[in-house]
């Protein structure tokens, strides 16, 4: 009668033990399953968030222009790039716009600056907003402003944009250009489109 009641508990004991085993076998799988699914939709939502950030950057640019300029802005005597000329755009301030063939509308000599700033429409902070020119900023004389300091917009490049608070991220001495062209994209023709750079911009060979 012993060596049965041992027989049964030994047998008792070695399937509660295997069934805590499968038991393990069976959760492990699914915690680390769990685990990579968890770090999968990180990563998407990731992605997914960079691409709203960067539909939103592009829904808010104030493409085309009306092709008005501060009275006080100069033009530039001798553009590398003049008046009606064409040239490559070498610059991404939206998609499509690399690699695209514009037609200079006006060169002007001044101060460019990129700018941060919170628009006024209460959007997400804007950050290395190329660009605003010197004429574009409110009260601020006629020095060239350094990187840090602040002034309020007075353009329209995107909404949320005019009057809000300019913090200097660059600033560079050189001919701005605003343009007309079309989207590489969509097709679509932006005229007035300001502002590029002479670096921005290189010759049609």
């Known amino acids: 009668m012993t060596k049965i009641t041992t027989s049964l508990l030994s047998l008792f ?4 033990l295997a069934a805590c085993a499968n ?9 680390t399953e769990t685990e990579q699914n968890t770090e999968e939709r990180d990563m998407e939502s990731e992605g997914q968030a960079e691409k709203e950030d960067m539909d939103h950057d592009h829904s808010e640019m104030n493409m085309s222009g009306s092709g008005e300029v501060p009275e006080q802005l100069e033009e530039a005597e001798n553009p590398a790039y003049e008046v009606n000329s064409q040239a490559i755009i070498e610059a991404e301030h939206m998609e499509g716009m690399n690699g695209a063939e514009a037609t200079i509308v006006g060169a002007y000599d001044t101060t460019v600056y990129s700018v941060s700033y919170t628009p006024t429409n209460g959007g997400d902070r804007v950050t290395d907003h190329k660009w605003v020119i010197h004429e574009e900023l409110e009260d601020v004389g006629e020095e060239p402003l350094e990187i840090g ?5 007075n353009a329209a490049h995107m909404e949320g944009m005019d009057g809000a608070t300019a913090e200097i991220d660059s600033a560079i001495d050189t001919t701005v250009y605003m343009i007309d062209f079309t989207l590489t994209t969509t ?4 005229t007035n489109h300001k502002w590029v750079t002479e670096d921005e911009l290189s010759p049609i060979e």
């Not at 097709?187 to 932006?190: A, D, I, S, W």
Request: no cysteine; aromatic share 0%; proline share 5%.
């Open 149 to 153: 300091d602040e002034a309020t917009i």
């Open 187 to 190: 097709g679509e023709e932006v």
């Open 13 to 16: 004991v070695i399937l509660l």
């Open 23 to 31: 038991e393990t076998e069976e959760i492990n799988p699914e915690g």
